[in-house]
């Protein structure tokens, strides 16, 4: 935002959203990278357990320009796509990870909470 000359000013809330949006889409790649080092029975992620998720997600699309081919053509991958289970596809249904909206306790001694909703 700050390279952008066209920008003038931004809200206190907008920084907020976006590392917050930063946040998920960090977590989002991990999970899904986990899921690639699990297939391979391993307990360490590596750089191909990223280039793996990038290339079987599509909602990671915009980084497969990004991730050194190397790392593609170690796993096998190559540049087509289509021979590879999708994850989040029928064949292995991995839903997007979604936080769920934090609770706020309120006021209250002892025992004797109320939940916000």
Avoid at 38 to 53: G, M, V, Y
Avoid at 57 to 77: A, C, N, Q, S, Y
Wanted: net charge negative; glycine share 8%; aromatic share 8%.
């Amino acid at each position: 935002m700050k390279a952008d000359e066209d920008v003038r000013m931004i809200s206190a809330e907008a920084p907020v959203i976006f590392a917050k949006a930063c946040e998920m889409f960090i977590l989002e790649l991990t999970l899904r990278s986990w899921m690639h080092t699990e297939e391979n029975k391993r307990r360490t992620l590596q750089k191909n357990d990223i280039a793996a998720a990038i290339t079987r997600t599509d909602i990671f699309d915009f980084l497969v320009d990004i991730v050194p081919r190397d790392e593609l053509k170690e796993e096998g991958f190559g540049v087509a796509r289509a021979g590879l289970p999708a994850i989040g596809g029928p064949a292995n249904s991995m839903p997007y990870y979604y936080v769920p909206q934090q609770q706020q306790v309120i006021g209250g001694t002892g025992g004797d909470h109320q939940e916000a909703r």
